[in-house]
């Protein structure tokens, strides 16, 4: 009988081990010839005896056949399929994920495509429409085309607050915004390291996760919990802060105050300012009216924190020139950055600021300007360093139409 003859046969399943083939994403061959030469004697003296034994013996030909004929579908498939391929993903646990979801005959077809396409080690993490029963080689080429990558992104913009961050993200998710609330009450569990949250001013800081959900897009993993989401956008900040090296950075040259601290300072700036280029000189004027007796106090007397205020209410912010007196100084407010007792930065931050307003809290320029304004309706920032030149920059606000009615009648 055929299946008592040893030919030295590879016994290797069609469905492929998963762990085998772990030293790299793609499987390599060996480059030595005597176990290919092996097998094909083995072939020859199969078919040799199969010719000896007479024909009815050919029936099992098919079988000996498949030992050395790796099993692949020969058409570009049809119908449709999804894949994921995940972090740390071999050639052969795509192969797995393939086979599984019915679209190549073998994983070693797979592993096989993979040996003989260089590309193939360009697989992106992500999930892929697919067809079944498709040739190995072409599902290789799905695979490393873009245009099949199922991508369930999010953009989250520059200087969003929390609170819409997870509203944009339910919206995209359908998880209730109550769960990332609920997730966002322990910012460590989420990992932000405990020691983000020190700060030397004297002032107690809650845990917020304000600032740590850095603006970016973002590609959610299927299926994802709000906990794993904002751990996302978390690791995001931390990974770009110590690229940066903001920690050591703010430490060094900084004067004395902390990382959160310059955190905070960030968020300012990224909510103040219209463009990009004035958020390091916003952020220096922020650190001159908290930290020197430049100013007529040490307090800040911005309204985009008392905004920040509102909104966490869930009222609209105000311009500037409706805001009341009584707004302003409303004691109730822990945002309140004028009046009496007001000194200092804001309790947490007041949005999630971008790379820029991070590099320009970690790094302002030089100077001792203590006012900042928007001078025109571009966004222009004009910045002074008395009360002499914050009286021009009043009068510039007023001729370009950025300031009217009586709040320039004085400035005339």
Known sequence: MIDDLDLGFDDEPDRGEKGRHRRGFVAKRNGGSSGRGKTFFALFMALVLLGGIGGGAYVGFDR????????????????????????GDTATDIGVSLYDAGVVKSVKAFINAADENSRSKNIQVGRYKVRKEMKASEALVMLLDPKNRLVSGVTIPEGMITLAIYDKLSKQTKIPVAEFKAAAKDPVALGVPASWFVRKDGKKSPKSLEGFLFPATYELPPKATAEQILSIMVEKFLTVTEEMKF????????????????????????????????????????????????????????DSALNYWLRLQGKDPKDSDVLKRSELLDTKNPYRTHGPGSD????????????????????????????????????????????????ELTRKMCQNKVLTGSNCARFQ
């Not at 498949?66 to 579908?73: C, G, R």
């Not at 990224?270 to 007529?296: C, F, G, I, W």
Request: glycine share 10%; net charge negative.
């Open 247 to 302: 920690v050591e950075t703010v430490q060094a040259e900084r004067g004395g105050i902390t990382p959160y601290e310059a955190l905070i300072t960030a968020s300012i700036a990224q909510a103040e300012s219209v463009n990009h280029v004035d958020m390091p000189k916003v952020a220096r004027v922020l650190y001159n009216r908290v930290y020197t007796d430049n100013y007529h106090c040490h307090c800040l007397e911005i």
């Open 344 to 391: 200092g930065l804001p309790i947490t931050p007041i949005s999630n600021p971008g790379i820029d307003a991070l590099k320009g809290a970690m790094d302002p320029p030089p100077g001792d300007w203590v006012y900042f304004m928007t001078i025109d309706k571009k966004g222009t920032m004009g910045y002074g360093r008395n009360d002499a030149e914050y009286i």
């Open 64 to 87: 000996i056949r498949n030992h050395f004929v790796t099993p692949d579908y020969t058409g570009s498939g049809s119908g449709e399929a999804q894949v994921e391929v995940k972090r």
